[in-house]
């Protein structure tokens, strides 16, 4: 019997591409997914325990998507999606409530799955509640392939062997230091003066103008295909991993860095000093480096495949036994 998953979309793109992740790894034989998104009033700002299991701090549109007949399964994005996972289990009990991430200690014994990640376990458990490695991300075969479709031709001319650097930036308010920037270039040189080729770079909203000024100076003399926070045109991180021969990824984002796993090339991982990656970032970087999905970037270039992180599967299956 085919069981039906309402997934509550919201605005939040990072979370919104981890449930992605997920609906497309379960069987389609097994579940209707229904993509019910939701837009926020400015009473979402409260905390949970206020919002309790309501649909206060949602759109009177968003509202009324959410009525009888309730489904099977509710999959919960984010933090502010949870109250109404927990309205829904309050009219319809027979639904199975399921959370991405870490709702808040308010209404946690409520949901029949909880997937949270490891580097935050520092936070109140339960019963419920079960623990992965990183994200979910999209990062399949088929999207490699169809990316490399797409890609391959515009990078043809480049020297090989074809690193992506992949750059993110500050973190809650904290700047990426100049001298992490600096560090980080200096690695990557390094890496190329050992292996050759050439580079295809992009930087994120959060590098910063002034730590793209580093980057664009230092890497200059590298053979490369840039494409920088705010370059118009079509965005080729998909091509990046996909046509890659290795990669080289800040460790100041954990849906990019399982993004980058799940491509299955030798990952390459730039953690920086102590003033940048916060205590969780850097029990994140730590659990890659454990599990050989990655190296620190400039402690040799002997690397292999590393081992993908596929934490849509894990999350799908766990669904699925429910």
Same mark, same amino acid.
């Given at each position: ?15 919104? =591409?981890?449930?992605?992740? /997920? ?92 997937? /949270? ?10 019963? =419920? $509640? ?9 990062? &399949? ?21 074809? &690193?992506? /650097? $992949? ?12 001298? #992490? ?22 930087? *994120? ?12 100076? *230092?890497?200059?003399? $590298? ?8 370059? *118009? ?9 996909? %046509? ?10 954990? *849906?990019? %860095? %399982?993004?980058? &796993? ?11 000093? #102590? ?18 999905? @990655? ?6 270039? #002997? ?9 849509? @599967? ?9």
């Amino acid at each position: 019997m085919v069981k039906t998953v309402w997934s509550l979309m919201d605005n939040r793109r990072g979370s919104v =591409n981890q449930a992605l992740g /997920v609906l497309k790894a379960l069987n389609p034989s097994h579940f209707e997914i229904v993509e019910k998104k939701i837009d926020y009033t400015k009473l979402s700002a409260l905390p949970n325990w206020i919002r309790g299991c309501s649909l206060l701090g949602i759109t009177a549109d968003s509202k009324k998507q959410i009525t009888a007949p309730y489904p099977d399964y509710v999959l919960s994005v984010s933090r502010r999606t949870a109250p109404i996972a927990r309205y829904i289990k309050k009219q319809s009990p027979r639904t199975k409530i399921i959370q991405l991430m870490h709702p808040g200690n308010a209404g946690l014994d409520e949901f029949d799955l909880v997937i /949270v990640p490891e580097h935050d376990k520092n936070k109140k458990s339960g019963a =419920n $509640i079960r623990y992965i490695v990183g994200c979910p991300h999209q990062i &399949t075969p088929q999207y490699l392939a169809d990316a490399r479709t797409k890609w391959a031709e515009k990078f043809a001319h480049l020297p090989k062997p074809l &690193t992506a /650097v $992949i750059i993110g930036g500050s973190i809650k308010g904290k700047p990426f230091p100049s001298e #992490d920037v600096e560090d980080l270039c200096r690695k990557i040189k390094k890496l190329k003066q050992e292996i050759g080729g050439s580079i295809l770079i992009t930087t *994120s909203r959060r590098t910063g103008a002034e730590a793209e000024k580093i980057i664009k100076s *230092s890497l200059a003399d $590298i053979p490369q295909y840039p494409y920088y926070w705010g370059t *118009s045109g079509d965005n080729p991180y998909a091509g990046f991993l996909a %046509c890659a021969d290795n990669i080289v990824i800040t460790a100041d984002s954990v *849906s990019m %860095c %399982c993004e980058a &796993t799940g491509a299955g090339k030798p990952l390459y991982l730039f953690v920086g000093g #102590d003033k940048w990656l916060t205590a969780k970032h850097k029990r994140f970087a730590q659990s890659l480096l454990d599990r050989k999905c @990655a190296i620190l970037l400039g402690d040799n270039t #002997d690397i292999s495949a590393p081992q993908p992180l596929n934490a849509a @599967a894990e999350v799908a299956a766990m669904i699925e036994q429910l």
